[in-house]
């Protein structure tokens, strides 16, 4: 037993040595499979360390500024409805849906899905404790919950009145979202969290904010159009189906949203933050 635990602090001595020697990596080519995962463990570490309020205000404006995502699509849903088919008009929206990301990441908000697989790096580099995680995701949860349903029932009150969309609309969009079986939203909330944490991986790779925009345009693109389950996007949608449609019960929200959550972090955690992870390990580690 003692020998297996001075092999693993040996190999973590070896990996954090690799991980700080590419902090003498910065230079005009693109970064190091090491000086990306460096920075996302240095990232999150500094979330971490992060008091209780400042986090959750950080998790509350981004769950505010994301909002504008939804906004858009419900005003391209209703302005569109009855010039296209329905299943056109929600591949339309895929081109507005990246627009609150581009905010929050850009903003550097605390977004739930974009930290999932951030801040399981330092748990995985056992600099940061398994409970410290849970404790911080469920801070960020609460704070981007909250922050998109006050902004959910604020548009349920200015989007009739400035002529955006209607209720209608705002139920379809609801509907088109939780009308689905416990196991399609948790397998499509996995696909969903798996391409979130790329995008914080491939975020951290590039070195300009342009390069940043392309980016989560791109991924976000496809999640809007593939209409996979974002949990945070997804509580706003459901929750105004929740507020204004008799079809939507607490159950349907709360189901929907519960298993979307679940579903981002096993998609961020399993399928990026472990899998980069272990691929730096064994290179280091190797014969």
Same mark, same amino acid.
């Given at each position: 037993?003692?020998?297996?635990?001075?092999?693993?602090?040996?190999?973590?001595?070896?990996?954090?040595?690799?991980?700080?020697?590419?902090?003498?990596?910065?230079? !005009?080519?693109?970064?190091?499979?090491?000086?990306? %995962?460096?920075?996302?463990?240095?990232?999150?570490?500094?979330?971490?360390?992060? #008091?209780?309020?400042?986090?959750?205000?950080?998790?509350?404006?981004?769950?505010?500024?994301?909002?504008?995502?939804?906004?858009?699509?419900?005003?391209? $849903?209703?302005? $569109?409805?009855?010039? $296209?088919?329905?299943?056109?008009?929600?591949?339309?929206?895929?081109?507005?849906?990246?627009?609150?990301?581009? %905010? *929050?990441?850009?903003?550097?908000?605390?977004?739930?899905?974009?930290?999932?697989?951030?801040?399981?790096?330092?748990? $995985?580099?056992?600099?940061?404790?398994?409970?410290?995680?849970?404790?911080?995701?469920?801070? *960020?949860?609460?704070?981007?919950?909250? !922050?998109?349903?006050?902004?959910?029932?604020?548009?349920?009150?200015?989007?009739?009145?400035?002529? %955006?969309?209607?209720?209608?609309?705002?139920?379809?969009?609801?509907?088109?979202?939780?009308?689905?079986?416990?196991?399609?939203?948790?397998?499509?909330?996995?696909?969903?969290?798996?391409?979130?944490?790329?995008?914080?991986?491939?975020?951290?790779?590039?070195?300009?904010?342009?390069?940043?925009?392309?980016?989560?345009?791109?991924?976000?693109?496809?999640?809007?159009?593939?209409?996979?389950?974002?949990?945070?996007?997804? #509580?706003?949608?459901?929750?105004? !189906?929740?507020?204004?449609?008799?079809?939507?019960?607490?159950?349907?929200?709360?189901?929907?949203?519960?298993?979307?959550?679940? !579903?981002?972090?096993?998609?961020?955690? *399993?399928?990026?933050?472990?899998?980069?992870?272990?691929?730096?390990?064994? #290179? *280091?580690?190797?014969?």
């Amino acid at each position: 037993m003692a020998e297996k635990e001075e092999e693993k602090h040996k190999q973590k001595e070896k990996v954090d040595r690799e991980l700080k020697s590419s902090e003498n990596e910065e230079d !005009g080519s693109s970064r190091t499979h090491g000086e990306i %995962l460096r920075r996302q463990i240095n990232e999150a570490c500094k979330t971490y360390d992060r #008091n209780t309020p400042s986090i959750l205000v950080s998790s509350f404006t981004a769950g505010l500024e994301i909002s504008f995502s939804f906004l858009l699509i419900a005003t391209v $849903f209703n302005f $569109f409805s009855g010039h $296209f088919a329905e299943e056109t008009i929600f591949k339309l929206t895929a081109l507005v849906y990246p627009a609150g990301f581009i %905010l *929050v990441i850009l903003g550097q908000s605390i977004l739930y899905t974009e930290q999932t697989s951030l801040l399981t790096l330092p748990v $995985f580099n056992k600099e940061r404790s398994l409970l410290s995680l849970f404790r911080v995701w469920g801070i *960020v949860i609460l704070g981007n919950l909250a !922050g998109g349903m006050l902004m959910s029932l604020s548009f349920i009150w200015i989007g009739p009145k400035l002529g %955006l969309f209607e209720m209608a609309s705002l139920e379809k969009i609801a509907l088109h979202l939780t009308n689905h079986d416990a196991l399609t939203i948790l397998f499509s909330a996995i696909l969903a969290g798996w391409l979130m944490g790329l995008l914080s991986w491939l975020v951290t790779s590039s070195r300009e904010s342009i390069g940043e925009i392309v980016i989560i345009f791109l991924i976000t693109s496809i999640l809007g159009f593939t209409n996979l389950h974002h949990s945070i996007i997804g #509580n706003i949608e459901a929750f105004t !189906g929740f507020i204004i449609s008799e079809e939507i019960n607490f159950w349907k929200y709360f189901k929907t949203v519960g298993l979307a959550i679940i !579903g981002n972090a096993i998609g961020a955690v *399993v399928f990026v933050a472990l899998l980069k992870y272990r691929a730096f390990v064994f #290179n *280091v580690n190797r014969p």
